[in-house]
Nanobody
Framework: QAQLVESGGGLVQPGGSLRLSCGAA????????MGWYRQAPGKQREWVAM???????MYADSVKGRFTISRDSAKNTMYLQMNSLKPEDTAAYYC????????????WGQGTRVTVSS
């Protein structure tokens, strides 16, 4: 059984919006923080946003003011509302726990692909 399941991606025009969802096994929502990450074609995975157990969000500069992270711990679900999308937001988006050394995490879900193009 998958522990992390991302959904909600798709093709959207520049300036459009998408809402990504992350369904996670219970153990993830017992952690302090969860995060969204993305990997564009030919590039390394990068951190996008994180949210603490108390609902405080932090964002990479590239998405600040356009993306909003939220979580519903009762449903073991996390969301990423993406507005004013740009072509450079095109990537596969992943959710996972957020830790300082997140690059060492070896389990990732299948991701959900976002393509921003006219």
């Amino acid at each position: 059984q998958a522990q992390l399941v991302e959904s909600g991606g798709g093709l959207v025009q520049p300036g459009g919006s998408l809402r990504l969802s992350c369904g996670a096994a219970g153990r993830y929502f017992n952690l302090d923080s969860m995060g969204w990450y993305r990997q564009a074609p030919g590039k390394q995975r990068e951190w996008v946003a994180m949210i603490t157990s108390s609902g405080i969000g932090m964002y990479a500069d590239s998405v600040k003011g356009r993306f909003t992270i939220s979580r519903d711990s009762a449903k073991n679900t996390m969301y990423l509302q993406m507005n004013s999308l740009k072509p450079e937001d095109t990537a596969a988006y992943y959710c996972n726990e957020f830790v300082p050394d997140w690059r060492r995490i070896d389990y990732w879900g299948q991701g959900t692909r976002v393509t921003v193009s006219s």
